[in-house]
């Protein structure tokens, strides 16, 4: 063993403890890092959630066609998902010309996601597989993972202090040579983690332009919101649900990075009109006969979700 001040050894002691913990540290950062970014492109990269979000404003616009202030919404938000989750419909009548009516009641969003199944194969599973990214990732917390990148910064920084006092140190556990070492890889992760928190912050900025939401909305509140959707989704009635895409493939994010490299940042657009849905949507079977251009009016809104959104899939 080598003698020498306590505090010089103590130091030395510190100095490899971090160099040993920083592979597994990091390694836990990028993790999740990654789920972060794979849920934020999972989103705006997705096929299905356009389809679903044109069927909610087509349902919310005609349900709210009679109403000058809450129809003609241009954009549906996280709120009303939310709503639409918690809109039970009425009862469906079990078979025509009968008054009996099912026992279970289904929310707007379950009948909804149905039928747009229906219109476009592999639709539930698709949205299904989106969310379930969300739903890995929903407990990311921006500020604490920004601080355990600087806490490790600050470690890395030390030893290049040590090397910059000590270039001649003979100790074998701090030679020049292996601080040198481990400096080149740790810096290239270090910025490497840096680099993906500021991707995080601009996939966060594009997520909150996609469902309209304000500059207070975070990443955080987004996915939770978006998890609990994942929750209320109908099992697709057939076929696998396919794994969620890794974000370095997602061609948005491509195309994306592109743009930020060949124009300056754009201010993000005005928020989009919450669409306002009622606490019971009636379905086109339980309307009166007495009132048919209601009646022909949801069958038509039905109809127009169906055939506006076949192509997106």
């Excluded at 794994?243 to 994010?253: A, C, E, F, K, V």
């Excluded at 124009?263 to 079977?285: F, Y």
């Amino acid at each position: 063993l080598e003698r020498g001040p306590l505090q010089e050894l103590q130091l030395r002691v510190q100095l490899n403890l971090d160099m040993a913990r920083f592979n597994p540290k990091a390694n836990d950062l990028q993790s999740g890092l990654d789920l972060a970014l794979t849920a934020a492109w999972s989103i705006i990269d997705s096929k299905a959630m356009p389809v679903l979000l044109e069927g909610i404003l087509l349902l919310g616009n005609s349900v709210n066609a009679a109403s000058k202030n809450l129809g003609g919404a241009v954009g549906v938000t996280l709120e009303s998902l939310t709503k639409l989750a918690h809109t039970r419909c009425l009862p469906a009548k079990q078979a025509a010309g009968t008054k009996r009516k099912s026992s279970r009641v289904e929310s707007a969003l379950e009948v909804l996601t149905l039928h747009l199944d229906q219109a476009n194969q592999g639709f539930i599973g698709n949205l299904v597989s989106d969310l379930d990214a969300c739903q890995s990732a929903k407990d990311f917390d921006h500020k604490l993972m920004a601080s355990l990148v600087q806490e490790l910064s600050e470690q890395v920084g030390q030893v290049q202090k040590h090397l910059r006092l000590h270039p001649e140190s003979h100790a074998p556990c701090i030679q020049a040579q292996r601080l040198q070492s481990f400096l080149t890889e740790a810096n290239g992760r270090i910025q490497h983690l840096q680099t993906c928190l500021e991707e995080i912050d601009e996939a966060t900025v594009s997520l909150r332009q996609w469902f309209a939401e304000p500059p207070s909305s975070s990443l955080h509140d987004m996915l939770r919101v978006l998890a609990a959707l994942r929750k209320l989704i109908p099992a697709p009635k057939q076929g696998d649900i396919p794994p969620p895409q890794d974000y370095r493939l997602s061609t948005t994010r491509k195309r994306r990075l592109e743009e930020k490299k060949a124009h300056p940042a754009r201010e993000a657009p005005d928020a989009a009109v919450t669409l306002q849905i009622p606490e019971v949507v009636k379905t086109a079977e339980d309307l009166p006969e007495e009132a048919p251009e209601v009646k022909e009016s949801a069958d038509l809104a039905a109809k127009e979700a169906r055939a506006a959104t076949a192509p997106a899939c």
